[in-house]
């Protein structure tokens, strides 16, 4: 028997049946409906299915920390050759590029999204407002930060400063 679609996809494979594809960026849920623009995709992680759809797309699969069988998830749809792949873990509001621009990352540096990357996806998946998560990532790109900051020349370390300064506005000086 083959492998279903998951809820959702059926309008995916309509798009590409026509030599159409998405606009915007492909969300794969894992923790079920997400009010967001972009289209949605709700799957379990439990269940095996078709993701030949999502060939060279963009994707963003939308976890939790402790969703189970997330790696095998992740597999599959890598395995359908996507254009890039992303995992949001919504509960952390943090992620990691499995796939990016046909890159593929290696370290574990290089697979953790970045700062701007992060403030894109405030929000997505949780229950907080936007500002709320985005406080949250903050917070940790701060600890993170001054964790870090005996490794580099002060100068640097005020340029970052910032450069967060910028990106976080006031959610960066409440930040703890």
């Known amino acids: 028997m083959a492998a279903q679609l998951p809820y959702g996809a059926a309008e995916i494979v309509a798009l590409r049946s026509a030599g159409k594809r998405p606009a915007d960026m492909l969300l794969i849920s894992l923790i079920g409906p997400l009010r967001e623009t972009n289209p949605v995709i709700i799957a379990q992680?439990?269940?095996?299915?078709?993701?030949?759809f999502v060939v060279s797309l963009s994707v963003l699969i939308v976890a939790t920390t402790d969703t189970p069988n997330l790696a095998g998830?992740?597999?599959?749809?890598?395995t359908a050759a996507p254009a890039a792949l992303s995992v949001w873990?919504?509960?952390?509001?943090?992620?990691?590029n499995v796939l990016f621009?046909?890159?593929?990352p290696r370290t574990k540096t290089g697979r953790r999204m970045g700062v701007a990357q992060?403030?894109?996806?405030?929000?997505l998946g949780s229950n907080e407002s936007a500002g709320d998560c985005l406080q949250q990532i903050?917070?940790?790109?701060?600890?993170?930060?001054m964790a870090n900051a005996n490794r580099f020349d002060a100068?640097?370390?005020?340029?970052?400063?910032t450069g967060f300064r910028r990106t976080f506005g006031a959610a960066w000086g409440t930040a703890s």
């Not at 873990?89 to 990691?96: E, L, S, T």
């Not at 992060?118 to 929000?123: N, P």
């Open 45 to 52: 992680a439990s269940r095996s299915y078709d993701w030949r």
């Open 73 to 78: 998830t992740v597999k599959a749809i890598d």
């Open 118 to 123: 992060r403030v894109t996806l405030a929000g």
């Open 89 to 96: 873990f919504a509960d952390q509001q943090d992620g990691i």
């Open 138 to 145: 903050a917070g940790q790109v701060k600890r993170r930060a």
């Open 155 to 161: 100068a640097l370390v005020e340029m970052a400063t």
């Open 101 to 104: 621009d046909g890159h593929r």
